[in-house]
């Protein structure tokens, strides 16, 4: 048995769960989030847990029961307290503003660039080098931080870009002086 698939998830007050026809759907005071139950793991919903039982015990069949239950715990956190994920910036002049559903980048090129939020994503700017995404979805959440940060790397040299606010970025030594 799965260590971590054998748990049961716990829905906290406010929080309905249906499961019907390969489907479970969560709700909650942050959204609703749907996912298609994986081929082989039964989703059972006991009062206000749901546990989840595989079919076979062959690697694939662990695999999908632990990757099961870790997106419904995931789903049910974000329909209840909701995820967030803080992007810094740091360069002279490179700043952020919102604009509308969208967020408007100033990052040293020659234009500004301004990234599209996807549905279910929200943005906060703090101070204008502070960037709060906040959403109910997990991996929407996540992606969107990514392409965001992808943008403009931090470089290794000065440092400049926009970089997860609990990033390490290793700096290099430039070119030595010469004498």
């Given at each position: 048995m799965s260590r971590l698939g054998k748990l049961p998830v716990e829905l906290p007050s406010g929080v309905k769960a249906v499961i019907a026809q390969g489907l479970i759907n969560v709700e909650g005071p942050k959204g609703k989030l749907k996912m298609e139950i994986p081929k082989g793991i039964e989703l059972v919903l006991e009062g206000t847990k749901i546990t989840s039982r595989r079919s076979s015990?062959?690697?694939?069949?662990?695999?999908?029961?632990?990757?099961?239950?870790?997106?419904?715990?995931?789903?049910?956190?974000?329909?209840?307290?909701g995820f967030e994920k803080k992007l810094s910036i740091q360069g002279v002049g490179y700043r952020a503003a919102i604009k509308g559903q969208a967020i408007g980048l100033t990052l040293g090129f020659s234009h500004p660039v301004d990234f599209p939020l996807p549905v279910g994503v929200t943005a906060k700017v703090d101070g204008n080098t502070t960037i709060v995404l906040q959403s109910a979805d997990k991996?929407?959440?996540g992606d969107t931080a990514a392409k965001i940060r992808a943008i403009r790397p931090p470089e290794p040299y000065q440092g400049k870009g926009i970089r997860y606010s609990d990033e390490v970025v290793r700096r290099k030594a430039g070119k030595a002086a010469a004498k």
């Open positions: 015990d062959t690697a694939e069949q662990k695999a999908r029961h632990g990757l099961a239950r870790s997106l419904l715990a995931n789903m049910v956190k974000g329909v209840a307290q991996a929407l959440l």
